[in-house]
């Protein structure tokens, strides 16, 4: 008798339910894992898409006025925005332009309580 001769007994019912369990709950794993993927992916592919529609010609020219007397304190870049810290007689103030049109998109004052 060889190896290849060894007889393989058959399941018993409950060995069969319980491959059929395992199989169910290995297609619901792996059909999971897929959908994750697919959500990832879609995610990816629409933040590359999303950023081509993005103007990218020259800009020209653009000039910012202050008030007479403010002097900028400093500026910083966060994300899609350019940041401008000004002191404006002794007020701080925070202006916010869109870094891709230079546009204003926001101003933060602050004040002192009384």
Do not use: W
């Amino acid at each position: 008798m060889t190896t290849s001769d060894t007889a393989v007994p058959e399941p018993t019912p409950e060995q069969t339910a319980l491959f059929v369990r395992v199989r169910r709950m290995m297609l619901i794993a792996g059909l999971t894992t897929a959908l994750a993927v697919c959500a990832v992916l879609i995610a990816v592919g629409y933040r590359l898409f999303k950023s081509e529609g993005r103007a990218t010609e020259p800009l020209s020219d653009v000039t910012a006025t202050l008030p007479k007397g403010a002097k900028i304190i400093s500026t910083g870049v966060a994300g899609d925005r350019l940041m401008v810290t000004l002191d404006i007689g002794g007020v701080t103030e925070i202006r916010t332009f869109d870094a891709h049109t230079l546009k204003p998109t926001g101003n933060l004052k602050f004040a002192n309580e009384p």
